[in-house]
């Protein structure tokens, strides 16, 4: 029987490396299986050396694999996972993680940089014409000014809702100093970060309609 990445044979099992794309043999003494439930579906579990492969109890295209694998296979739920697994598990999520910490010292730098410019200069008033208000599916909308263009200004979902900002309304916008000198009159230069993490919007800290 052959599955994605392994071939269960009679004696022992095959199974090709994600990496090196070669094929390794593991005898059947060395592989194991036990049970475990994902949003209350049973899946049996079969490891060897630093893999894991699950299979759903309810798809019928799985029955003779989970048939061979009870039979066979010895079950033992208290299998100690080699050195191995965890370090492939920690080099798929690695990256991940490094991405997540880093964009969040990132944000967390802009942002302090903002807080300071406004502690030292108070905040910039910006009045404009809504053009178009972009509704997503997070906590924040966008709304595209007539004149202010290209960037995008980012607003709490209930500040719009609460204040009847509609399209084609005049606002005063609240922003910081800080992107005002860098992104809008230009009079101070980006760094890296202002380039590259967020440049195309600005943050709104206040806003209001007005006729």
Do not use: A
């Amino acid at each position: 029987m052959s599955v994605g990445l392994f071939e269960i044979h009679d004696k022992y099992i095959k199974s090709k490396s994600h990496i090196f794309n070669r094929w390794k043999i593991y005898q059947l003494d060395d592989v194991f299986y036990d049970y475990n439930y994902i949003k209350d579906k049973e899946y049996l579990n079969i490891y060897f050396d630093d893999k894991q492969f699950g299979f759903l109890e309810d798809d019928i295209n799985n029955s003779n694999t989970i048939n061979f694998i009870t039979k066979n296979i010895s079950k033992n739920i208290f299998h100690k996972k080699s050195w191995k697994f965890y370090l492939y598990n920690f080099l798929c999520f690695s990256p991940f993680i490094v991405y997540i910490t880093f964009l969040s010292l990132i944000n967390h730098k802009i942002s302090s940089l903002q807080n300071k410019s406004i502690q030292e200069n108070g905040y910039i008033q910006l009045n404009d014409k809504v053009k178009k208000i972009n509704y997503n599916r997070g906590v924040s909308n966008t709304i595209v000014l007539k004149y202010n263009i290209p960037f995008d200004f980012s607003l709490d979902k209930d500040s719009i809702k609460y204040k009847n900002i509609e399209e084609g309304d005049s606002i005063q916008l609240l922003i910081s100093p800080y992107e005002y000198k860098k992104k809008i009159i230009k009079t101070e230069p980006l760094k890296w970060y202002d380039k590259y993490f967020g440049y195309e919007s600005i943050d709104i800290l206040g806003v209001k309609k007005i006729k």
